[in-house]
């Protein structure tokens, strides 16, 4: 495939760099007047971190090589002060990278070190999950975990460029890749059609990593992440569309320990937030039942543990979207069409959660 490049606006303009063997533009991305360069990556990346670090040399770089901790253990206060530890004896100045290699626990990750070392230094992110390439890794948003909930702790802080490189989800394991698609879903459910139409017409065609409807699936999930950042950065209004499904996708997450993965926990939660903009009135059975079957053609779950309510609810209420302790959900009024709904009445937030319990 041809190599693409999606424009996303921010406090500084960046690209999204899509296509295949791409490893090698790395240095392009991190700039000519940058000396250090933490690179943070899972110990399952060791090898590529081990080449780039090479490339990296090559370019008159001076690399420094972090392995984290994996998935959401990475995402702890205690993780980031052990880079802040790096960065300090390294001597890293404003003008240096820390570059992200790996999952959205790794991108979110580095993003909030970078964010915080210095009051904010240059980011480069290198996501190598389909959750991260068209999530995590792209729109600026970085966090940690808490014991509280998840991504309580954080800053907005853009990265400078952002390299997906298609090769990479080759060796994705099926359910990581299957976890991404909840995303890649969750931007034709709010935005672009297409992406569900392309889904419906071939599922498998959908998770095959080195195919070329999974390469447009991931141009067209950028395109709509990169367009609703740009026209509001720091989720004041329209980039809350975004999270549509997260709100208890998030709460599940909690319950479980973190042991489910990001895009799996928001399949669900989709479904629930279908469910309830039905019983609003505002969304079809018809679009509900679509949810459903698309989510579950591609091995995603449509239900969850019918005892966990009253957690869940409390999780929920520690939500980022809430304001003055009143639930604030993105909804569906139509395919495409997303809007909010606020303060749901307990029956209702009830009813919803029945409709996919089991």
């Known amino acids: 495939m041809s190599t693409v490049r999606i424009e996303v606006r921010a406090e500084h303009d960046y690209d999204v760099v899509i296509g295949r063997d791409l490893l090698d533009a790395v240095p392009g991305l991190i700039g000519e007047d940058a000396d250090r360069v933490l690179v943070l990556h899972p110990e399952a990346l060791a090898p590529r971190a081990y080449a780039l670090r090479d490339a990296l040399v090559a370019h008159g770089y001076e690399p420094h090589l972090l392995v984290l901790p994996d998935a959401e253990d990475a995402k702890t206060a205690e993780v980031a002060a052990t880079c802040w530890g790096v960065l300090g004896r390294a001597a890293f100045s404003r003008r240096d990278v820390v570059l992200g290699l ?9 993003g909030f070190v970078a964010a915080t070392w210095l009051r904010g230094v240059r980011v480069v992110q290198v996501p190598t999950t389909l959750l991260a390439m068209v999530d995590a890794a792209v729109g600026g948003k970085t966090g940690i975990n808490t014991a509280e909930g998840k991504n309580l702790v954080g800053a907005f802080h853009s990265p400078v460029g952002v390299l997906c490189d298609l090769d990479l989800l080759t060796t994705l394991p099926a359910a990581d890749l299957r976890a991404g698609m909840a995303e890649v879903v969750k931007c034709g459910f709010i935005a672009d059609p297409r992406i569900l139409e392309l889904v419906e017409a071939d599922p498998a065609a959908a998770v095959d990593s080195s195919g070329a409807v999974l390469a447009e699936l991931v141009e067209r999930a950028v395109a709509v992440k990169a367009r609703v950042v740009g026209e509001d950065l720091r989720e004041a209004s ?10 208890l996708g998030h709460a599940i997450e909690h319950a479980e320990g973190y042991r489910w993965r990001h895009g799996v926990a928001v ?6 937030v279908a469910e309830l903009a039905r019983g609003a009135g505002r969304l079809s059975a018809d679009d509900v039942a679509r949810h459903r079957r698309i989510l579950t053609s591609l091995g995603l779950p449509v239900t969850y543990r019918g005892d966990r309510w009253p957690a869940l609810l409390e999780a929920m209420r520690r939500d980022k979207k809430t304001r003055h302790h009143t639930l604030r959900f993105v909804v569906l009024d139509g395919i495409g069409h997303p809007g909010r709904l606020e303060g749901p009445a307990p029956d209702l937030l009830a009813a919803a959660y029945s409709a996919i319990s089991r």
């Open 267 to 272: 399949a669900v939660g989709m479904v629930f």
């Open 238 to 247: 329209l980039r809350e569309i975004l999270n549509y499904g997260h709100t």
């Open 102 to 110: 790996g999952g959205g626990a790794t991108t979110d990750l580095a």
